[in-house]
């Protein structure tokens, strides 16, 4: 059983300051200097303090973008001891689903502690040396499992264990899975459930998403038994995108020969027996037609954008879109070269797999080509505009084209409806 830790954000804030919360004066001398940032976000302020405590389990669920990943990469910087020393065991370990998220987490960790005693474990290139045994684990699931099971890191006198964007890590099945889907997935069990299966002691446990939903949390709990009394702290209040109206959404619709608006709602009864009964409705193309890459280099032209990201499929070729993007006269770049850049080109292009805690600052547009693979990736990716920074939450601007083909418009007005997400229509066209 958990404590349900539920936060009235209409209350007002204590406005603690990140050192009374527990982080240590260096470090937050340099969360000063070099992220301008002073105080505490009300997630931060709500976590920090048990997470640095190190003895309760922790749930935390909190809308994209509010400083859930950047707080958990400071409270462990924080921890990190700053004399130098030799270590038998990791005593810190921060697991995470994707290669990007996972140096992202690095490079705050690198500026925010003295810039030693931890590690990124994400490519297998990496190695670990048995006589380098990091304080702090940064990584990916497979990565850190094959490090573990081959004895190079050990983790016998682990301390904290953070678990971030869990849905995405463990992916349980849904609710109405078929018996050969959950089957498949007891069979052969993701990296991230073996890996803390293995992980047996005393060590803290923290997990935290902005889609923990109620399935995953039993799974969590009384299925797996990763934690034990856990606080659950939820800022979500049911919402799991923006409710201040700084990010606009739209979604076109591309035919052969037009482009429009997504058909309201209240309209698609209607909109759905006329689709049906006129064939030259059916588009014969696929997302990376020439269509879909000349409609996003328009609207590149179009819309003011500053550090935008395309997502597209997980099974979409990110060079092929880049190439083609190129011959439109637009300049993408693949997201996973962020950290490596000399400068900005016009578009990022990620999958939707690398859109789950990635924070690029000063993203004004996300574009999303083709439909979602599920509504909680259509939240991922959208979070990364309108993000929290030191003036508050930013504006930014959601487009998401679609190509009009069978039932499409119906399931992504479902979709929108679902997650309560008001889509205006685009001026620029019908």
Known sequence: MFVRHVINLTTKRHHSTF????ICRSTCHKLESIFNVTRPTLAQEQFIPTLVAGRRDLLL???TGTGKTFGTALTLASLIPHQVRQYDSVHSLYIVPNQELAYQIGNWIQQLSNGSHFKVFADVEVDCAKDTIPHTVVGT???IL???????????ALERVVLDEADQALSIPKRFATARQQYKR???????????DQLVGQHQTMISSATLNRPLRYFLTSQKGWLKDPLFVD???????????????????????????????????EKDKVSFTRDDKE???DDMDDRMMESLAVLQELEPVENGILFVGPTVSVPLVKQKLQEHGVAAEDIKNYYKKQRSPDLWVATEFAARGMDIPGVSHVFILGKPASATSYVHMAGRTGRLGPQG????????????????????????????VPVQKYEHVE
């Not at 050192?19 to 527990?22: A, K, Q, R, T």
């Not at 209040?237 to 409710?243: F, H």
């Not at 084209?401 to 997650?419: D, F, P, T």
């Open 186 to 196: 007891t069979a052969h069990p993701k990296p991230a459930e073996r890996l803390l």
């Open 19 to 22: 050192e009374s919360l527990g």
């Open 283 to 285: 588009v014969d193309f």
């Open 141 to 143: 699931p497979g990565r």
């Open 146 to 156: 094959d490090l573990f099971q081959q004895g190079t890191l050990p983790m016998h």
């Open 61 to 63: 669920r909190d809308r």
């Open 393 to 420: 939450f930013a504006t930014g601007k959601v487009i998401h084209l679609v190509r009009e083909h069978g039932w499409i418009e119906s399931k992504m007005a479902n979709m929108y409806e679902l997650l309560n």
């Open 235 to 269: 800022l979500a209040r049911g919402s799991q995108l923006s409710d201040d109206n700084t990010v606009k959404h739209h979604c076109l619709v591309v035919s052969n020969d037009t482009i429009r608006n997504l058909t309201p709602k209240q309209d698609q009864h």
